[in-house]
């Protein structure tokens, strides 16, 4: 469905996107993960054809997006990261321009939005203005406009950033059976769980280049180890605590208020440090995530 | 639907939807569009029309001005101005809000639509809305008396094509503008007020002193009014100037739709 090869973007002096490599299969929902400025939204737009690459090759469904950008964005469904409704226009308005757009006919609309306010959860807002929906109803709306044209590739850009808990799992269950339908999902986020949940397989970005690729599963079996013990001694004596436990674990991190040692067993390594004599504050054993393989690759954390 | 003749078809129609779009807007504003459309010609026909107008022509021994009463005479600028405000209500703000305020172009931009049919679309939006602007006006100034009724007509499509030449070029400058920071404030003190004054709107163009005729010469308004002039009472307007009135406000909507198109096309895909 998509392939880049060398794939760079550049605005002047500065490089939002230094030269990429990946491919995305039918039904696969692929993720980009990294922090803000890495690239990803960069890559989005050039994948949406709605950016002109400066070099490398992009291939979209067959096709090369700098020559043929309307005839790909017929068949892709966008989310950007900033919800761009009609805020003047009522909910269903808003999805029959939008299915106007793609030159859709009235009659085909008709149902088509019926069934979109229902995908969506907005049986009730059907009739009301966009402006005065909640965050997590403007996004799930956002989804349903992209979805009206029936693509074969939708793109997600950061789809939960800015909502609260209970609206980013109504968003993932959405989210979710259309994964079962066998759309071929493009998501970007900066949040672990998110791509942990969401997508089969992903790229690691920093700087504009991807650090690594695989499916989640994959990426912290070959960058982390099984569990992580977090400990905490309080800010000033991280530092003298981190050189005594140096050398426990496969591996330590040591961050301004906490220490991370990975290894098989987690509890077995807070016994050892209990041993040497030290009482951390607070302790913690968790299983490796994203956010530790994304620690090891860049040696920074994800969320800043 | 087919898949690719429903690609086709939105690849070909684009501006059409675009304008269906901006005409489905208009309709949330239309009550206060109506009231606009009857009552500024109502008012200024009353104020000036009438009440300056009686002035001068007390004071012109019934001669009034190029030949006909005052009110006759300030009909067609003031037509034309009407036409050239409508259509710059739909091309200024709409455009400030696709690209900044709720960046809706950019929505559109997402789909199979083009920069350029999103120019089309919001010209052709511009014209349904000079179109129903012109026709109350004239609608207005007929039962005025201003205007004989074999001359709507004609005063329509001059008025029409004002609208959208000058509505060009409103497009195509407010595509440069990167965010609100006063251009539409600026855009009315020292562009409207300005080409509304000074463009023979309310006095023959040549009474002015030389010095300031220019601004005539450069403002679609005055082109318009001038021919409009020429179609509502015979105003003598010689033939090469006919052409060059036409010529100018042609050449003003190609240019500001090549442009805008162009700026729209690059904006969209940086």
Not at chain 1, 230 to 245: D, L, P, Y
Not at chain 2, 43 to 50: D, F, R, T
Request: net charge neutral; proline share 3%; charged share 20%.
């Amino acid at each position: 469905m998509i392939v880049a090869k060398g794939l760079r973007k550049t605005y002047g002096e500065f490089v939002a996107v230094d030269g990429i490599d990946f491919q995305v299969k039918q039904g696969e929902a692929f993720g980009l993960l990294g922090p803000n400025g890495a690239g990803k939204s960069t890559t989005m737009r050039m994948i949406a054809s709605t950016s002109m690459r400066s070099a490398g090759e992009l291939e979209i469904l067959g096709k090369d997006p700098n020559t043929h950008g309307p005839e790909i964005r017929a068949h892709l469904g966008v989310v950007p990261q900033q919800d761009n409704l009609d805020r003047e226009l009522k909910v269903w308005e808003n999805l029959y321009i939008y299915g106007r757009y793609f030159g859709l006919g009235r009659k085909f609309m008709k149902n088509k939005i019926e069934e979109l306010i229902e995908f969506a959860q907005l049986e009730e807002k059907r009739n009301a203005k966009t402006e005065d929906l909640s965050g997590g109803m403007k996004r799930r709306l956002t989804i349903a406009r992209a979805l009206v044209n029936e693509p074969d590739i939708l793109m997600l850009d950061e789809p939960t950033t800015g909502l609260d808990p209970q609206a980013r799992h109504v968003l993932w269950d959405r989210l979710f059976r259309l994964k079962e339908q066998g759309v071929t999902l493009v998501i970007t986020t900066h949040y672990m769980d998110e791509a942990e949940q969401l997508c089969d397989r992903l790229v690691v970005m920093d700087k504009g280049r991807i650090m690594a690729e695989g499916s989640p599963a994959e990426l912290i079996k070959q960058y982390s180890s099984k569990e992580v013990l977090e400990v905490r001694f309080g800010s000033s004596q991280n530092q003298e605590a981190a050189k005594q436990i140096e050398g426990l674990g496969d591996r330590t991190e040591v961050l301004p208020d906490r220490i991370l040692i990975y290894s098989e067993n987690g509890e077995k390594i807070l016994e050892k440090i209990v041993k040497l004599g030290l009482s951390p504050i607070t302790s913690l054993v968790r299983r490796s995530s994203l956010e530790d393989v994304f620690l090891r690759l860049t040696g920074r954390s994800l969320v800043d | 639907m087919d898949t690719e003749l429903r690609v086709a078809r939105g690849m070909r129609f684009g501006a059409w939807y675009v304008a269906e779009y901006r005409i489905r807007q208009m309709t949330k504003w239309l009550g206060a569009i109506i009231t606009v459309s009857f009552g500024n010609p109502i008012i200024y026909l009353l104020a000036i029309g009438i009440g300056v107008g009686s002035l001068v022509d007390a004071n012109t021994g019934g001669e009034g001005v190029n030949g006909v009463s005052y009110i006759t005479f300030l009909a067609p600028a003031l037509l034309a101005t009407a036409a050239i405000q409508a259509a710059m209500d739909e091309t200024s703000f709409p455009t400030l809000e696709g690209f900044v305020w709720d960046k809706s172009f950019f929505g559109m931009n997402s789909t199979q639509l083009t920069g350029g049919q999103i120019v089309d679309g919001i010209m052709i939006a511009a014209f349904v809305r000079a179109f129903l602007t012109s026709a109350t006006y004239l609608i207005v100034l007929w039962a005025f008396g201003a205007i004989s009724l074999s001359a709507m007509p004609l005063l329509f499509v001059v008025a029409s094509f004002a609208g959208m030449a000058f509505g060009a070029l409103m497009l195509a400058a407010t595509s440069f503008v990167k965010e609100d920071d006063g251009f539409f404030a600026i855009v009315a003190r020292f562009v409207v007020a300005p080409m509304f004054l000074f463009s023979g709107t309310f006095y023959p163009l040549e009474q002015m002193p030389i010095f300031l005729q220019w601004i005539g010469w450069i403002s679609p308004l005055w082109h318009s009014t001038n021919f409009a002039r020429a179609i509502s009472f015979g105003l003598e307007v010689p033939g090469w100037l006919m052409i060059v009135h036409v010529a100018f406000l042609a050449v003003s909507l190609v240019a500001g739709v090549l442009i805008a198109r162009r700026q729209f096309i690059s904006r969209l895909l940086k």
